[in-house]
Structure formats: structure tokens, C-alpha cells
């Protein structure tokens, strides 16, 4: 049976927490968090001043934890398990939606889930709980099909070289425990110096986005969060690596029409009215005594856009640069 004190014990903080609810000020009305996790973000909220929050996630584990608090906001948030690409079934008319992209500390703090390199377990990551999980990816997928997922999904330079090495191990024994996997995938890098990342971290990432399909529900949860927002309804997006926040980016420059021509004598094209209105420019990151306290904000960047009255419109995954792999799973 699982453990839950692991991820109950211990505050778990919201990235950027405090610059998004600045962007985002004054917070009133009807929210969504589209990754619910910890409750963080939606405490935050309410406490700006939303009147209600819809928490959104996959994970059941979320609902189990926030059971004993809930009832501290007499009954200002409403919980919906499910995915966020499919928000605008679950409401509409939103004055914003907040979505914290990645894995939650709440996960990666219980071995028994398997999304950790750091913490013995299987080799699980799945976040709804069900599905094929990391172990069945690795133990039926081609040396290809890995090495597609692994250079795409991680950006790992060494993704041949890994997926081989895997497809011989399993030959021998299966991969079952996470740090099976890790240890393999080390044995196939060279040592990390001081400071640099563990050598599994990018292989780990790229099997989870995988497993959970991430690119996928990021692109359609972009097209659900306009299609849920109201005129003037907030948009806020954390990501944590550089292939997220180029969607997002994308998105966001795409619906405010601020991509541009590829060069200046293809001709031109009508202009379509902008769905959204930058409210962040650049990327905000944390600040000094943000990342002292908190080390996984190192690499979180948020972006804001404010709706605007214009209909929804279609855009391909590829526009947004979301990775495609070449062979099919």
C-alpha cells in the first residue's frame, strides 16, 4: 500500500506564485487551476480574491490530500479529476485559468510513483494512475521508437546510445525500478562535473512526457483555456524547460499577431483579429529570495495573456513547435 505521509509531510510551495499573482492583479471571479497538485496555487488565488476555483488534475491522489482542508474554504473550490485539455467541458465564462506544467512535488516526493531518479521504486509515472507506464514503454518499445522519444522528448544528445543500451539490458532482465533505469542511462554518459545536472534527468523527462502525453494536452489545453476564458479572462502558464515555454510563447504570439512575416516579399495575408493581448512580454522568472527558497524555480518561467473578444481559431501542433516524433508508438 502506498505511502501518503511522504507527500503530505512538509509545505509544498507554488512556483512563482507571487509574480504571477501580480500579473494577473486584481484577481476576482471565477477561476481555473488546470493543475490542481498540492492546492497551491488555488489557495493563492482565493486569497487574492477569486471567488471560486475549479481544480483540475489527473492524479486522484491530489483530491485524497486536500480532503482534510477543504472544507477551510466553505465550499469556494469545486474539484474535477480529469485532464486540463479538456477544462472548457468542466466550465466556461472563466476570469482565468492558471496552469503549473510538469510534475508536482507532491509526486516526485513518493518513490512508490516512479518519476524519480533520486528514490528507489517502480518504474511507474503515470500521473492519473493508469495506462501503460515507463516500465511497459521500456520494455516494448523499439531501439527507434526510444531513441525518437528520448532525443524529442528530452533533447538527450546521447538518445541512441541510451536506447540501445536499454534494449540489450532488457534482453537479460527486465527494467523495472527506477533506479535500474538510472543506473543504466549513467553508464552511458560520462561523469557529471560539479554542478550539472544527474545524467538520468533528461531521460526521465523525456519517458514522462511520453507516458503522460504532455506536449499533446499542453497544445490542446491552450485551445480548451481560450475556448473557456470570457473577454478579459487571464491566462497564466508555468513551464519548466525550453520546449514548453516555446509553445506557449508560440501560442501566445500567434494569437496576438505578433508573428510576423518569414520574410518581407512573401505576400501578405489578412489579418485575423488577436484572441489574446500580451500581458507579459518576456518571460518572468523568480527573483533572488525565491530561488533561495525554493531551488525547482530555477527554471520556471511564466507568461500571462489577457483575452480579448475575438473567436477562437484553429492552429496546428506544429506551428507551435510541439515535438513530433517519427515513428509512431
Known amino acids: 500500500m502506498m505511502d501518503r505521509t511522504a507527500a ?37 488565488l482565493l486569497a487574492a480574491g477569486a471567488d ?54 507532491m509526486q516526485l516526493d513518493l518513490a512508490e510513483r516512479g518519476f524519480s531518479f533520486m528514490r528507489d521504486g517502480p518504474l511507474d509515472m503515470r500521473m492519473s494512475q493508469n495506462g501503460p507506464s515507463a516500465a511497459d514503454l521500456v520494455a516494448e518499445l523499439s531501439e527507434v521508437q526510444l531513441a ?34 538510472a543506473s543504466l542511462v549513467e553508464g552511458c554518459l560520462p561523469r557529471p562535473k560539479p554542478g550539472q545536472s544527474h545524467p538520468a534527468t533528461r531521460s ?41 515555454d516555446r509553445m506557449v510563447k508560440r501560442f501566445f504570439q500567434h494569437r496576438a499577431g505578433k508573428t510576423g512575416r518569414a520574410n518581407r516579399w512573401a505576400p501578405e495575408v489578412e489579418e485575423l483579429p488577436s484572441q489574446f493581448e500580451l500581458v507579459t512580454r518576456k518571460p518572468v522568472g523568480a527573483d533572488e529570495d ?17 483575452r480579448t473578444e475575438a473567436s477562437p481559431v484553429d492552429i496546428s501542433a506544429k506551428e507551435l513547435g510541439m515535438p513530433q516524433l517519427k515513428e509512431a508508438r
Open 8 to 44: 503530505s509531510s512538509g509545505p509544498h510551495v507554488p512556483v512563482l506564485l507571487n509574480p504571477l499573482l501580480a500579473a494577473v492583479a486584481p484577481v476576482s471571479g471565477r477561476w481555473l487551476d488546470g493543475t490542481f497538485g498540492a492546492g497551491g496555487y488555488t489557495k493563492g
Open 52 to 105: 471560486h476555483v475549479v481544480g483540475v488534475d489527473r492524479d486522484p491522489l491530489a483530491f485524497e490530500l486536500a480532503k482534510p482542508w477543504l472544507e477551510d474554504f466553505k465550499g469556494r473550490i469545486t474539484l474535477q479529476q480529469g485532464v486540463f485539455s479538456r477544462m472548457d467541458e468542466y466550465a466556461q465564462d472563466l476570469d482565468g485559468v492558471v496552469l503549473d506544467l510538469g510534475v508536482s512535488s
Open 148 to 181: 525518437d522519444i528520448l532525443f524529442h522528448f528530452g533533447e538527450e544528445r546521447a538518445s541512441r546510445r541510451i536506447a540501445k543500451a536499454i534494449v540489450k539490458a532488457r534482453t537479460e532482465a527486465a527494467i523495472t525500478t527506477t533506479l535500474q533505469l
Open 204 to 244: 526521465f523527462q523525456a519517458l514522462r512526457i511520453a507516458v503522460n502525453t504532455e506536449y499533446e494536452e499542453l497544445y490542446s489545453g491552450l485551445l480548451a483555456a481560450e475556448r473557456a476564458l470570457k473577454p478579459g479572462g487571464l491566462l497564466a502558464v508555468v513551464t519548466f524547460h525550453s520546449v514548453e
Open 290 to 306: 525565491e530561488l533561495a527558497q525554493n531551488p525547482r524555480s530555477r527554471s520556471a518561467l511564466l507568461r500571462v495573456g489577457r
